[in-house]
């Protein structure tokens, strides 16, 4: 077992957040941290660079990204093991959360390396802990596939068991994610969708996916911006939810009609939905 410890002289690596819009949203100990350190590495250095130009922090900063993350890390061991300090930071919000850092926080810690997280926002949290739905229980799935396919194939693998589904979506695809969600759970789903967090147009929408979907297409300021979608599964669709996942992988194979009858069969859901249900899913 690999542990950090107290004495060791080493270099401390933070994992700083950073706020997702609001300034006042930087805590105290995240500036102090980043004009204490030797390094911050972050996503993009010039996005980020603003930011430690208005808080006048003046740590030298290297990118770390998504293409670089794996030959980073033994960069990055090597400046620890030299006792320099290095912070991590992405464009906002907290890092490795869809966003680079995870390989460089595996590896640090397989190597025994001291590691601390200095918390902030996080789009994910601040958007669910506001939106009314489930909190109990909550899977990030973090950005769906661009493809509207694969995006409602993913759609239909949600089973209720995962409790409140909670993902990042940008305004380029918001309609089009609201439209797959329709056609996938109609509105038998709970949907709250967070826009602009933390700013000055920051917005909650809550209600069925057909009326979240016409409040969207009839004012076009509100695909604007960043969102984060949640969806509060019904518990009484788990049995549908099956059915939806046995027709996905069948109608990968077989005819429309004959996935259908065979989804039926195998899970004992009415043929005739499942029927309306391939036909859908095979416009896409
Ligand atoms: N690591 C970040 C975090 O902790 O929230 C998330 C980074 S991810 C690359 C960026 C996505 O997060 C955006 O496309 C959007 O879906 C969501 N997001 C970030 N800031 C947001 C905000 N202020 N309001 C709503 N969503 C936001």
């Given amino acids: 077992m690999v542990t950090q410890s107290d004495n060791d002289v080493r270099g401390t690596f933070y994992i700083v957040a950073t706020p997702i819009g609001n300034l006042d949203d930087f805590t105290d100990r995240a500036k102090r941290v980043l ?7 972050a996503e993009d250095t010039r996005h980020s660079k603003r930011l430690m130009n208005h808080f006048g922090i003046e740590t030298r900063l290297f990118a770390l ?5 794996r030959d980073k890390a033994a960069y990055i061991a090597s400046l620890l093991d030299e006792g320099k300090n290095v912070a991590l930071i992405s464009d906002a919000g907290t890092p490795l959360i869809s966003d680079p ?8 810690r397989q190597e025994g390396h001291r590691i601390v997280p200095v918390p902030g926002a996080s789009a994910l ?6 939106s009314g739905l489930p909190t109990d229980r909550f899977s990030f799935v973090g950005f ?3 493809k509207s396919k694969s995006r409602r194939d993913e759609m239909s693998s949600w089973v209720p068991s995962l409790g409140t589904v909670v993902f990042y979506e940008s305004t380029h695809r918001i309609l089009d994610c609201l439209e797959d969600l329709n056609t996938v759970w109609g509105d038998t789903v709970q949907v709250a969708l967070a826009r602009e967090l933390t700013k000055t147009f920051e917005t909650f929408l809550s209600g069925s996916v057909s009326e979240i979907k016409q409040i969207l297409e009839d004012d076009s300021n509100q695909t604007r911006g960043e969102f984060v979608m949640m969806v509060s599964l019904p518990a009484e669709q788990e049995g549908n939810t099956e059915a939806l996942k046995v027709l996905t992988i069948l109608l990968k194979e077989l005819p429309v009609k004959q996935a259908a009858a065979l989804a039926a069969e195998i899970t004992g859901e009415k043929k005739n939905a499942l029927y309306k249900q391939a036909l859908v899913m095979n416009e896409s």
């Fill in 35 to 41: 004009q204490e350190v030797d390094f911050i590495a």
């Fill in 65 to 69: 990204h998504d293409h670089n993350e």
């Fill in 101 to 108: 850092g995870y390989h460089v926080v595996h590896f640090l």
């Fill in 125 to 130: 949290i601040t958007a669910l802990c506001a």
């Fill in 144 to 146: 769906l596939p661009a």
